[in-house]
């Protein structure tokens, strides 16, 4: 069993910058890949970032060479950096991990999740 718990989220005007924090704890070692997936209200849940054991990232469309997700295995912690937000980034976050060596960014790939943290961005 594998327990996320998100942090950082907040309020920031268009333009602003954020950072986000999901520390694991439980079988962290059974656990391949990490990712990020938000939700606004009446919208599907959708991938953002995710980052495998080796650190190799993928972003959606939408979100990338403004977002950075990394990790410290260390501290079984990752980080969403967010910059130049958008009032469309507007959403409920969630942590999320999976066990599998292949995973999509899709919901349906990861098995453990976080409760969310929300993040609110203003015109």
């Known amino acids: 069993q594998v327990q996320l718990v998100e942090s950082g989220g907040g309020s920031v005007q268009a333009g602003g910058s954020l950072r986000l924090s999901c520390a694991a704890s439980?079988?962290?070692?059974?656990?391949?890949?990490r990712g990020w997936f938000r939700q606004a209200p009446g919208n599907e849940r959708e991938g953002v970032a995710q980052?495998?054991?080796?650190?190799?990232?993928k972003y959606a469309g939408s979100v990338k060479g403004r977002f950075t997700i990394s990790q410290d295995n260390a501290k079984n912690t990752v980080y969403l950096e967010m910059n130049s937000l958008k009032p469309e980034d507007t959403a409920m976050y969630y942590c999320?991990?999976?066990?599998?060596?292949?995973?999509?960014?899709?919901?349906?790939?990861?098995?453990?999740w976080g409760q969310g943290t929300q993040v609110t961005v203003s015109s």
């Open positions: 999320a991990a999976s066990r599998s060596l292949f995973a999509r960014m899709s919901p349906t790939d990861f098995e453990y």
């Open positions: 439980g079988n962290t070692r059974s656990t391949y890949f």
């Open positions: 980052i495998d054991r080796i650190n190799s990232t």
